[in-house]
Nanobody, 126 residues
Framework: QVQLVESGGGSVQAGGSLRLSCASI???????MAWFRQSPGKEREGVAL??????????ADSVKGRFTVYQDYAKNTLYLHLQMNGLRPEDTAMYYC??????????????????WGQGTQVTVSS
């Protein structure tokens, strides 16, 4: 069973930084991976996307210039990180890692992800 494990959430003040990490033993097989977030009462939204096939990234307008998604290899494990700088109270949400094994959707779309992590909470205070 494919598992995605997120870590790195927490509470920070506005302007601060956090780095989220997503680990899975299947990362080398994923075509795309992404970070999504959801706040209470709001729909889930895509935040940052990484295409392993073409080594490209795609961001929601709301996080461009502040968030960076990248892949890293450490301690025999492949990770997908989300570096979040300049955090704002509106970034407060549960953040989820998602993965696509099929690659059937256009790479820069927020659809077509089959696997999801449990989420990690990010809280930004003003």
């Amino acid at each position: 069973q494919v598992q995605l494990v997120e870590s790195g959430g927490g509470s920070v003040q506005a302007g601060g930084s956090l780095r989220l990490s997503c680990a899975s033993i299947y990362i080398s097989r994923f075509v795309r991976m992404a970070w999504f977030r959801q706040s209470p009462g709001k729909e889930r939204e895509g935040v940052a996307l990484y295409s392993r096939r073409i080594c490209s990234t795609f961001y929601a307008d709301s996080v461009k210039g502040r968030f960076t998604v990248y892949q890293d290899y450490a301690k025999n494990t492949l990770y997908l990180h989300l570096q979040m700088n300049g955090l704002r109270p509106e970034d407060t949400a549960m953040y989820y890692c998602a993965a696509d094994l099929s690659g059937s959707d256009t790479w820069s779309t927020w659809t077509g992800f089959q696997y999801w992590g449990q989420g990690t909470q990010v809280t930004v205070s003003s």
